[in-house]
């Protein structure tokens, strides 16, 4: 089972940018669709970016879908979430799982601990 460690959060004003990583742990790392998921207080957690195993296919929430990008380095067994354009919306606790690809829903309860991701002026 993959374990996940997310990281680059952090407080950035409105229009700013930041780029999350995501680090796994696991030999199959490179089998599974990996997605980001977010969850703002008082919210469920939603599905914002997926890629495919391969990395060739990508799927996006329509409230991220031209600012925000997925990619991924199998031979790091590292995803990333390149955000830019931000708004007061997209803050929320930001994390990475095994997902299917394109309809980013969650397979599994492998999650790690998340990381903070706050826009705010």
């Known amino acids: 089972q993959l374990q996940f460690v997310e990281s680059g959060g952090g407080l950035v004003q409105p229009g700013g940018s930041l780029r999350l990583s995501c680090a796994a742990s696991g030999i199959y790392f490179s089998y599974y669709g990996i997605g980001w998921f977010r969850q703002a207080p008082g919210k469920e957690r939603e599905g914002v970016a997926c890629?495919?195993?391969?990395?060739?296919?990508?799927n996006y929430a329509d409230s991220v879908k031209g600012r925000f990008a997925i990619s991924r380095d199998n031979a790091k067994n590292t995803v990333y979430l390149q955000m830019n354009s931000l708004k007061p919306e997209d803050t929320a606790i930001y994390y990475c799982?095994?997902?299917?690809?394109?309809?980013?829903?969650?397979?599994?309860?492998?999650w790690g601990q998340g990381t903070q991701v706050t826009v705010s002026s």
């Open positions: 799982s095994v997902a299917s690809c394109p309809t980013r829903a969650a397979v599994g309860e492998s």
């Open positions: 890629i495919t195993s391969s990395g060739f296919a990508t």
